[in-house]
């Protein structure tokens, strides 16, 4: 990562950094799907697929672990139950093979879900921070 990059992460308030790491988990199953849709046999494409989708179970289990289930409450719960059964999927689709249909589906719900963060960020902080489309 470069300088620019991790200071802008490091002093990001909190929210930013989960909307920090929605992004890093678009970006990685967009990448996985593009790859599916190309259907390359290609080892280097294949080996491509499968870290791009464990980065994003990695992302996934990090906004998993940082919930708080006390001071969350029923959100919290909700978001937990939403990223395992994420992290099940990508499990299941790198174990059973290649389905871009639901990677699509977990885009839409990440995309979603990281608007929401958007929306508490602007009502905590007033205003969004810039974002990083290259984190």
Not at 23 to 49: Q, T, Y
Not at 115 to 128: A, D, H, N, Q, T
Request: glycine residues 4%.
């Amino acid at each position: 990562m470069n300088a620019y990059l991790e200071n802008m992460v490091l002093t990001a308030n909190p929210i930013r950094q989960v909307i920090f790491l929605y992004e890093k988990a678009i970006s990685c199953l967009d990448e996985a799907v593009e790859l599916m849709e190309r259907a390359s046999a290609e080892p280097e494409d294949m080996k491509r697929k499968y870290e791009a989708m464990g980065r994003a179970t990695e992302i996934l289990t990090v906004l998993d672990a940082t919930l708080n289930m006390e001071q969350g409450g029923d959100i919290a719960k909700s978001l937990h139950e939403v990223y395992q059964a994420l992290i099940n999927d990508l499990v299941r689709i790198t174990v059973e093979g290649d389905e871009p249909q639901t990677l699509r589906k977990m885009l839409k719900i990440l995309a979603d879900l990281k608007e929401s963060w958007e929306e508490v960020e602007k009502r905590i902080y007033g205003r969004p921070e810039a974002t990083a489309s290259a984190v």
